[in-house]
């Protein structure tokens, strides 16, 4: 388990929900991952994703699919791509990241509380 922080520590992290509206292959990334575009609503906008994710998820299967991502990280750069938000997932037995998703539809944008 990591150190103990305040709520306020939690309240910096800004975690939304989003709708993945393009996925393709990112073969130019070291380790096997996707570029995905993900639609935030019309506060924070569509922002990009480069995710190691390609063991559980094929790139056709995701469009329209809600995800969680930190976006206000700043962005990185994953070799010739900007990546401007975190996407979030949980390991599986194997170490291979599972997709954090809400149980059901929200409006995009949706802030983690």
């Given amino acids: 388990m990591s150190e103990a922080i305040t709520f306020d520590d939690f309240l910096k992290v800004d975690i939304r929900v989003g709708t993945i509206v393009s996925a393709e292959p990112f073969p130019e990334a070291r380790k096997p991952a996707l570029k995905l575009v993900i639609d935030f609503g019309a506060e924070i906008g569509r922002k ?37 938000v975190l996407t979030l997932g949980f390991p599986d037995a194997q170490g291979e990241v599972v997709l954090l998703s809400p149980e059901r539809a929200v409006p995009d944008g949706g802030r983690l509380f």
């Fill in 48 to 84: 990009k994703s480069s995710a190691q994710i390609t063991r559980h998820y094929a790139a056709e299967e995701l469009v329209g699919r809600q995800v969680a991502a930190v976006v206000n990280f700043p962005p990185r750069q994953i070799g010739p791509m900007r990546s401007e």
